[in-house]
């Protein structure tokens, strides 16, 4: 899942993959991986994607207060 959200930030920031790769350091191959759920990122390249995105660290991690009203 947290794939599927570091893609939707980064098509949002109208990146791509290599761009993302040279700014932050981490493989373009790597970051194809994180996006598809192959590879679990580290703390440090969560901390430069979520720096490099402009994102809440809840939302791409999906945790937080739960609504359980409808």
Do not use: C, F, H
Not at 16 to 25: G, K, L, N
Not at 43 to 51: A, H, S
Not at 55 to 65: E, P, R, S, T
Request: charged content about 35%.
């Amino acid at each position: 899942m947290i794939g599927k959200r570091l893609k939707k930030a980064r098509e949002l920031k109208k990146m791509t993959q290599q761009e993302v790769a040279d700014e932050t350091d981490i493989a373009r191959t790597t970051l194809s991986k994180i996006e598809n759920d192959i590879y679990e990122p580290s703390i440090e390249q969560l901390r430069k994607l979520i720096e490099l995105y402009n994102v809440n660290a809840n939302w791409l991690l999906d945790v937080g207060i739960k609504n359980d009203d409808k």
